[in-house]
């Protein structure tokens, strides 16, 4: 795949060409033979069945939940929440367990082929710590909340937090920082206008859980008088730097506000269906113009990390709504999951297809194996069948992370031993 | 997982316990300190971090048409069918086309843990005798239909092949045949009438695509003035001996008919959705009572062969479609997908579960890896992470198919060699 595509546009593939890197930044993309004689003296990694694609970007996760992954299956959203999860991470969250769960979740993106990712989680110190520690581009969204947790005690500690934060990773290449209000029914009003005024001042997104679920939209009509949407839209909180993750009702006034005010969405399909909390259009809202990014959502609700899975879901899913198997193709359900993707995160100009003068962001996947042979479409067989167990290599701003399916930065051994140890510590919690 | 388990009654997980296998069959299993003393001198395969579980059972498949994945994806059915698959069909297939497909799919569902597979194609005598050289169980519906193929030119010659091939593997320890009625709208009721009979007297099953759209549902009531089921119920067709599959359209009347007669079905819902044919309500099914079993559909429509994704597919769907959660829980989705596909089968006596006096029909799950860990639960990880990517031994009747994940009898390079070979071969015939 190469070139910026437009959001109906078929992706574009091009047979036995090659890349030239430089400093991180994609200078050349050619065929093969004229790639090899322009830079005779370079290293290069020669790669045959493989097809090389912009590396995939989650736009939602809550990274660290990766070790509450199979705690709590097949519940509502809300009794999942509010029996299972927050007290789960009431008794067990500290900086170590975001770190370690960060540093676990990030393996599993990068042997999928995620080179980018949208966080939501207590203590975004430690997530974005280890994210830069191990090269993965990151937009890293510090929660706002009311109520207390391990991290901050109230609204206003929050908020020092966060833009302590957004402080230390203003120059980073990597990091992003953004605002991260957990939700519509656990943010204030007064909270809600902070952050729009905040965000303008330093310049950063706005990622908000939004119109989840039926009951939260029901809930507010009966507090508020207006669904959730209408009220961030009345607080000012909607403009093209947020962020409504989810979004699985919408009626016409609903996609009307999203539409004037430039919010994009990110679609979660797996973890929605698998809390029965609806359906996102996706397609239809990109049909109107939305820019639309897709998320697995955390480990705890999915519970897997590999967006490919999700791209597949998001596809099938699309079709399946729309009783039209033409709904959401391939090349459209690709694109969500790459160039959508930076749209939403606002870094398209730096990411989200292999083009000349993007940072090198890029995944190889292996097609000489049974599942994805024959290969009659590169295209197809990216989104209809299993990429994620076919990805060999893994590069993020040019510097390699996965060489032929082996992590190339993390102990992959410290790494599943640390992930046993919190198993053994969250089960004795548990039963205390 | 061990044991019979009950259609509604929970998986059930032992820890530390060991297996043991003689002349193919499960003749223990205890702790893993009694085994190793009850047979000391036994061969045995040490598993440390894997999870071991009965083999999956695909009920529907169309192996073969591997070679065909990819090469049209995005539309519905009988556009996919009568524009796209079926001209393919016709100028592409032969014996030799049908041997080296059902290879790379057996290659492709033993790598991901299914160990049986229900398969309707052309030339199954072909499917048959790569499924028992390569030691896979398999139910092989031989294909009735009224018009020409390349393997028969009318319903007479299908019967009679079909039959020759009954009568081959008829004290095969591995290989069912039964009827493999193409559709109600390819098969006339006299043949449905013969099929009957004759599946009476040679005692085998009937496996037809039933109900699988609502075109199909119309057209019947145009041209009998009743729904396919109803028209097959009365021409005797339907009986414990006959697997729907599909059955996206259901009225109540249609589902009666299914309680009634005892019939059972396979849902195929990634296939299903894909093709945007609808949606078959397989956890009320269930609930009812009807056996129900899972089937990946062919290549050609799902695009993987992965009954693991398949099964998480189901689980999923059916939270959605019930606006519930709980629906179709982890322990349910399983079952479908092993005893469920047995029962369905009609093989529940020999494979399905982990069961003393049971064939060795075995896998083992690696969960040492970042997208496998932590282990909260042994049952959520095989349905909601990707167990299949993680497949690291496969047995069938004893014998190892798969070990640390390296096919066993399968030659990798000659198997991936031909099927570039016939992707060449198919796209040169497309193009002329």
């Given at each position: 795949?190469d070139?910026?595509?437009?959001?109906?546009?078929?992706?574009?593939?091009l047979?036995d060409h090659a890349i030239a890197v430089q400093d991180g930044t994609i200078i050349a993309l050619a065929p093969r033979e004229q790639i090899l004689a322009d830079y005779p003296d370079a290293a290069h990694t020669e790669l045959n069945?493989h097809?090389l694609?912009?590396?995939?970007?989650?736009?939602?996760?809550?990274?660290?939940?990766?070790?509450?992954?199979?705690?709590?299956?097949?519940?509502?959203?809300?009794?999942?929440?509010?029996?299972?999860?927050?007290?789960?991470?009431?008794?067990?969250?500290?900086?170590?367990?975001?770190?370690?769960?960060?540093?676990?979740?990030?393996?599993?993106?990068?042997?999928?082929?995620?080179?980018?990712?949208?966080?939501?989680?207590?203590?975004?110190?430690?997530?974005?710590?280890?994210?830069?520690?191990?090269?993965?581009?990151?937009?890293?969204?510090?929660?706002?909340?009311?109520?207390?947790?391990?991290?901050?005690?109230?609204?206003?500690?929050?908020?020092?937090?966060?833009?302590?934060?957004?402080?230390?990773?203003?120059?980073?290449?990597?990091?992003?920082?953004?605002?991260?209000?957990?939700?519509?029914?656990?943010?204030?009003?007064?909270?809600?206008?902070?952050?729009?005024?905040?965000?303008?001042?330093?310049?950063?997104?706005?990622?908000?859980?939004?119109?989840?679920?039926?009951?939260?939209?029901?809930?507010?009509?009966?507090?508020?008088?207006?669904?959730?949407?209408?009220?961030?839209?009345?607080?000012?909180?909607?403009?093209?730097?947020?962020?409504?993750?989810?979004?699985?009702?919408?009626?016409?006034?609903?996609?009307?506000?999203?539409?004037?005010?430039?919010?994009?969405?990110?679609?979660?399909?797996?973890?929605?269906?698998?809390?029965?909390?609806?359906?996102?259009?996706?397609?239809?809202?990109?049909?109107?113009?939305?820019?639309?990014?897709?998320?697995?959502?955390?480990?705890?609700?999915?519970?897997?990390?590999?967006?490919?899975?999700?791209?597949?879901?998001?596809?099938?899913?699309?079709?399946?709504?729309?009783?039209?198997?033409?709904?959401?193709?391939?090349?459209?359900?690709?694109?969500?999951?790459?160039?959508?993707?930076?749209?939403?995160?606002?870094?398209?100009?730096?990411?989200?297809?292999i083009t000349i003068g993007k940072q090198a962001d890029m995944?190889a996947?292996?097609?000489?194996?049974?599942?994805?042979?024959?290969?009659?479409?590169?295209?197809?067989?990216?989104?209809?069948?299993?990429?994620?167990?076919?990805?060999?290599h893994v590069w993020i701003a040019g510097k390699i992370k996965?060489s032929?399916?082996?992590?190339v930065?993390?102990?992959?051994?410290?790494?599943?031993?640390?992930?046993?140890?919190?198993?053994?510590?969250?089960?004795?919690?548990?039963?205390?």
């Open positions: 795949m070139g910026d595509i437009s959001r109906t546009e078929a992706a574009s593939t047979n069945n097809i694609m912009p590396g995939l970007i989650n736009a939602h996760n809550h990274t660290a939940m990766t070790l509450l992954r199979g705690m709590a299956d097949d519940y509502p959203l809300m009794e999942w929440l509010e029996q299972h999860i927050w007290p789960a991470e009431n008794r067990c969250i500290s900086y170590d367990f975001v770190r370690d769960g960060t540093e676990l979740g990030i393996a599993e993106m990068l042997l999928s082929g995620t080179t980018c990712f949208s966080d939501m989680y207590f203590f975004p110190d430690a997530t974005a710590a280890v994210a830069e520690k191990l090269g993965m581009r990151a937009q890293i969204n510090f929660p706002i909340f009311e109520m207390a947790s391990a991290w901050a005690q109230n609204a206003e500690e929050y908020f020092d937090k966060g833009l302590a934060l957004s402080d230390e990773y203003r120059y980073s290449p990597l990091i992003n920082t953004a605002f991260g209000p957990h939700a519509p029914y656990t943010v204030s009003d007064s909270s809600f206008e902070r952050i729009v005024m905040l965000a303008e001042e330093i310049d950063c997104n706005i990622h908000v859980h939004l119109h989840e679920t039926a009951f939260e939209v029901a809930s507010s009509i009966e507090q508020y008088g207006i669904s959730p949407i209408a009220r961030l839209n009345q607080l000012g909180a909607l403009s093209p730097r947020t962020q409504a993750v989810h979004m699985t009702q919408l009626n016409t006034e609903d996609t009307k506000i999203l539409l004037d005010t430039g919010a994009s969405i990110i679609h979660c399909p797996t973890s929605n269906v698998k809390l029965a909390s609806g359906y996102c259009p996706a397609a239809d809202l990109l049909d109107q113009g939305v820019r639309v990014g897709l998320g697995t959502d955390g480990a705890a609700s999915n519970n897997t990390l590999n967006l490919f899975e999700t791209l597949r879901s998001a596809a099938l899913l699309a079709k399946h709504q729309a009783a039209d198997a033409t709904a959401l193709n391939a090349s459209q359900a690709l694109r969500m999951a790459t160039l959508g993707g930076a749209e939403v995160l606002g870094i398209d100009d730096i990411t989200g297809s995944i996947i292996d097609t000489h194996s049974p599942a994805m042979q024959p290969v009659h479409s590169a295209i197809s067989q990216l989104v209809y069948t299993e990429a994620a167990s076919a990805v060999s996965v032929n399916r082996q992590l930065d993390i102990d992959l051994e410290a790494l599943l031993a640390k992930s046993q140890w919190w198993r053994n510590t969250i089960a004795k919690v548990e039963n205390t």
